[in-house]
């Protein structure tokens, strides 16, 4: 089986600044793979640059295409969508039309099937339908952001770090929600995460970045239970 996203010898960064290293590694089909490191790992600039936000070299296919010369708005089109760091919402823009726009690239007639999907899968959504997204709380945002994203029908998901700035127990449940989406829908997500246990408790396959490289790569399960590999590189 091909996987859904190749990467290979990828290198970028900003300006002058190089952060990514020449990084190799895959997400198969329906997977949940999880990157970590410390911050400044180049975690985030990983994601971007398989959303072509930033330059890079390298190459990066997307079921097999090569995508790292697409636009931004292309690739989404291809069916990727990218849940970058502080929510992604239109805070001005009510829940349900934030769900909207999320799905402004399909031609289809089932878009309010979908709205009603995720609805149930986050009923706070629809009992906050017509506020405002910025009138969210932190969680509730991260769930629309999700949601949105979710609308395209993409192929693949990018979740940059999550669970940042919200409460524990708001965390614990949002990647309960990852995890049954993964596994109702088979969407594949890669999940950028400095939560290391929290990631790993849903994930398939883990990378670990340090300094814009792959340190180390592996099933979750062997990672989490690796007693050297907890402290040095995952702090738990």
Do not use: C
Request: aromatic share 6%; charged share 25%.
């Amino acid at each position: 089986m091909s996987p859904m996203l190749e990467v290979k010898d990828l290198r970028g960064g900003y300006g002058l600044v190089k952060v990514l290293h020449g990084l190799d590694f895959h997400v198969n089909e329906s997977e949940v793979v999880v990157i970590l490191g410390a911050n400044g790992a180049g975690k985030t600039t990983t994601l971007r640059a398989i959303s072509g936000m930033i330059q890079t070299t390298g190459s990066v296919k997307l079921a097999g295409e090569e995508i790292n010369s697409a636009k931004p708005a292309d690739i989404v089109r291809k069916g990727v969508a990218h849940v970058p760091q502080g929510r992604g919402t239109f805070p001005e823009l009510s829940v349900e039309d934030n769900l909207t726009v999320g799905a402004y690239a399909r031609k289809d007639n089932e878009v309010q099937a979908d709205m009603d999907k995720w609805y149930e899968i986050y009923p706070v959504l629809f009992e906050r339908r017509t506020q405002t997204a910025g009138s969210l709380s932190g969680g509730e945002q991260q769930m629309l952001a999700v949601a949105r994203a979710l609308m395209s029908r993409p192929e693949l998901v990018l979740l940059d770090e999550p669970s940042l700035g919200l409460a524990p127990l708001i965390v614990e449940d949002l990647f309960e929600r990852f995890a049954e989406i993964n596994k109702k829908s088979g969407t594949t997500l890669l999940v950028v995460e400095q939560n290391a246990q929290l990631a790993l408790g849903i994930a398939d396959r883990a990378y670990v970045l340090e300094a814009g490289t792959i340190a180390i790569e592996g099933d979750a399960a062997d990672l989490i239970d690796d007693d050297t590999i907890r402290k040095v590189y995952l702090g738990i």
